[in-house]
């Protein structure tokens, strides 16, 4: 019996998930990540492991043919996936939570003392040579130590970053969400309202992903609101914040900064306003950027796609 077909589409996957692919399947792997080489590749496959940046609408989902019987995103979060159109066609679509947690709630760490202790305007001091030596005032940041941080959703990154912030001394955690978490008890982390936590939080970590609902969730009002030593951080998805109304926030200082990892778009372009302001501490979306991670990552949505192609439930399938 011929092997299925499954559809790989980027060139740079770790070995791990493809090997895993091949044991069983005819595996395509895509010579370019671009819309153009998938459209002409995706006739007639089983499977398809999405891993680029290139939107899986519902264009490239039907050109694949009647015979898709499954979709794997290499990613926790699906934002780039027509998963309305592969409900509406029965396929089920993998993702791959969890497995990420810890690397991106490290990041999300990374950029909370970042911009707790102003290390990226100390850089530039240095770079400068206007780093200022012995006044007592100089170069001052705010202690993470005794906060209150307020995380929004509680889900495993969430949990990942609590549990971190735990150890730095903070004085309360608290997090908001559609609904109390069963895990929040073993962090101490209390429920409250977003509006509550904007106004009470010292560090706000948003971890949600990209809806409807999230979009544009940190908004000029909510800037507003938020304590002048506030400190944001999103390692989330970019749209949830609006940013130009950060950059008018940090640039009037009605927050003390920001740390992001998620932007809109990505690539941010090079001359944009966050890009110059020493309050915003930016990195490339590489949340999950470990060898590890990655490596869990494409074997979790590898095995996604095999357990659907032998008719059996998907380990982690978006309801
Ligand atoms: O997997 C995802 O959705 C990520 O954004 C990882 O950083």
Redesign the pocket.
């Known amino acids: 019996m011929a092997k299925p077909k499954v559809l790989v589409s980027h060139p740079n996957v770790p070995e791990a998930g493809l090997r895993l692919l091949q044991q069983e399947c005819e595996v395509v792997v895509v010579q370019e990540a671009s819309r153009d080489v998938i459209l002409a590749a995706v006739a007639g496959v089983d499977a398809i492991f999405w891993c680029c940046k290139v939107r899986l609408d519902s264009q490239i989902i039907d050109a694949a043919g009647p015979g898709l019987k499954a979709v794997a995103t290499m990613?926790?979060?699906y934002d780039h996936i027509d998963a309305a159109h592969l409900k509406a066609r029965g396929i089920p679509l993998g993702n791959?939570p969890r497995v990420?947690d810890n690397a991106?709630a490290d990041t999300a760490i990374a950029l909370v003392l970042s911009v707790a202790r102003r290390l990226q305007e100390g850089r530039h001091a240095l770079e400068r040579g206007t780093w200022v030596t012995g006044c007592p005032q100089a170069m001052l940041g705010v202690d993470v130590a005794g906060s209150t941080v307020g995380i929004v959703g509680l889900g495993g990154i969430g949990q990942a970053v609590a549990k971190r912030l735990k150890v730095f001394d903070v004085a309360k955690l608290q997090y908001c969400g559609h609904n109390p978490k069963p895990e929040a008890a073993a962090l101490g982390a209390e429920f409250v309202s977003f509006d509550k936590l904007v106004d009470t939080s010292d560090i706000i970590v948003a971890a949600c992903p990209s809806t409807p609902e999230t979009r544009h969730l940190f908004n000029a009002q909510v800037f507003k609101r938020m304590k002048r030593s506030a400190i944001l951080i999103n390692v989330g998805r970019g749209d949830c914040i609006d940013q130009e109304a950060l950059v008018e926030a940090l640039k009037t200082k009605e927050i003390w900064g920001a740390g992001l990892d998620v932007m809109c778009p990505e690539p941010l372009p090079v001359d944009h306003p966050l890009i110059k302001l020493d309050n915003c501490v930016l990195f490339p979306?590489v949340?999950?950027a470990t060898v590890g991670t990655r490596s869990a990552m494409a074997t979790l949505a590898a095995k996604n796609i095999l357990c659907a192609l032998n008719d059996k439930p998907m380990l982690a399938e978006v309801k």
Do not use: F, Y
């Open positions: 990613s926790a979060g791959t990420l991106v979306h949340g999950s």
